[in-house]
C-alpha cells in the first residue's frame, strides 16, 4: 500500500468503532484535533452520475470538524508523514437525503452539531 493510499482509507473515522480500531486507539487518547473549515463536498446523484454538492451552513459562517491526527514514517520516503481524519457519525436530517453520514462539527456557539 502506497503513503497516499493508506491516508485515503483513513480519511474518516466513526465515533462508534474508534476505541475498537487499533489505527485510532492511541490517537483518539492522546492526538485529537479540530479542523477548521467553511464547508465541505459531499457526493449527490443526478441521474446516473456523481456530483459533487458543497455544504455549509447557510450564515456560510466557519465551524470545525472533530479529528483526530497521526505521524508515521512514509514507506516510500522514510520521512514523518503526517495524517488525520475527520470524525463521522449518523447524518441529520438535513443530510440523511445526500448521505447516511456526516463530520460531527462544532459551531462556536452552539457546541457539537450531531445528528
Known amino acids: 500500500m502506497t503513503d497516499a493510499s493508506m491516508g485515503q482509507r483513513m480519511i474518516n ?10 489505527s485510532f486507539k492511541q490517537a483518539v487518547q492522546k492526538r485529537r484535533r479540530l479542523i477548521l473549515a467553511n464547508g465541505f463536498y459531499e457526493w ?53 437525503p445526500i448521505h447516511d453520514r456526516m463530520p460531527v462539527m462544532y459551531r462556536r456557539d452552539a457546541g457539537p452539531a450531531v445528528a
Do not use: M, S
Request: charged letters at 25%; one cysteine or more.
Open 44 to 96: 449527490g446523484r443526478e441521474g446516473n452520475r456523481k456530483v459533487p454538492l458543497w455544504i455549509q451552513f447557510k450564515t456560510r459562517e466557519p465551524f470545525v470538524f472533530a479529528g483526530l491526527w497521526d505521524c508515521g514514517i512514509g514507506r516510500e520516503t522514510g520521512k514523518p508523514l503526517y495524517t488525520f481524519t475527520i470524525i463521522t457519525t449518523h447524518a441529520n436530517a438535513l443530510l440523511r
Open 13 to 22: 473515522a466513526r465515533p462508534e468503532t474508534l476505541l475498537e480500531k487499533p
